[in-house]
């Protein structure tokens, strides 16, 4: 028995070395063996299934990464960062759950208050699932916590501007290139938010004035109306100016270049 669980430890170490090295796939391999071993003892298992959901989750498998989350969760439910690792399941699955992502990282956040990533992971998920308030609340109180960490920085702008809040989002930004003024994520969040306030007042102001000009003139179009184009205006003096030719009274006329003038000041000299 104890050579089996010397066996089963020296796997595990295997198993986190070539995770450490970047040896992913293999990685992946060895763990997924080591699952099938009925003898693994449970927080050994509850750690090797949080690591495979890890892997699987940059594999892009994501129904595998739950089915070990859930696992891990079911061994360990008092770990956070299986909840945590399990909402990022959901939420990076095109075809997952915003309400089981908010509710795994509500989880995660509730397991550690102190861990501001899990607090602004929730914060936006609950803005994705149209809980504004409480999504606004958990990103500024992770903002705020921890100013200049990026990583919180760039979850808690990112949520702030899917909940419409582009003075804060720049009010937190702000503060955080200051904190951070490498970062170029911080400064392409930055352009962000600024393309989208603008794109926000751009259509409020539009919603204000009601129907813009181009939609008038495809009205009339459609109702088989006439429109009046602004063509240049051409002004005719009669028939002594159209032997001379027209004139337009929109183009500014500029003064002849003064040859005479040069030619008469090199004269002098």
């Known amino acids: 028995m104890s050579r089996m669980l010397t066996l089963n430890d020296a796997g595990w170490e295997l198993v986190r070395t070539s995770a450490a090295h970047g040896r ?17 003892s449970a927080s050994v298992a509850a750690e090797a ?34 909840f945590y690792l399990w909402g990022l399941a959901h939420e990076r699955d095109p075809h997952g759950c915003d309400r089981r992502a908010a509710a795994r990282f509500r989880r995660a956040s509730e397991l550690e208050p102190q861990n501001h990533p899990y607090r602004a992971a929730f914060g936006r998920a609950a803005v994705r699932c149209d809980a504004l308030k409480t999504g606004v609340r958990e990103l500024l109180a992770a903002a705020d916590a921890a100013p200049g ?3 919180v920085i760039r979850v808690a702008a990112e949520g702030l501007i899917e909940a419409g809040k582009y003075r804060t989002a720049r009010r937190v930004l702000t503060r955080a290139r200051f904190l951070c003024p490498g970062d170029c994520d911080l400064a392409a ?20 004035r009601g129907t813009t000009r181009h939609e008038q003139d495809a009205e009339l179009v459609r109702d088989g109306g006439r429109v009046v184009l602004p063509f240049v205006r051409i002004a005719d003096g009669g028939a002594e100016r159209r032997e001379v030719g027209t004139t337009r009274l929109d183009v500014v006329s500029f003064p002849k270049p003064h040859f005479p003038r040069l030619m008469s000041r090199n004269a002098d000299r």
């Not at 992913?24 to 693994?40: E, K």
């Not at 930055?190 to 409020?204: G, H, L, T």
């Open 189 to 208: 969040l930055w352009q962000r938010v600024r393309f989208e306030a603008a794109r926000s007042d751009q259509e409020q102001t539009r919603g204000q």
């Open 24 to 40: 992913r796939a293999d990685a992946l391999n060895r763990v997924t063996r080591l699952l099938a071993r009925p003898d693994l």
């Open 149 to 151: 960490d990026a990583a």
């Open 49 to 82: 299934n949080r690591l495979a959901g890890e892997l699987l989750i940059d594999a892009e498998r994501y129904s595998d990464a739950r089915r070990h989350l859930s696992a891990a969760a079911a061994l360990e439910p008092r770990c956070a960062r299986g």
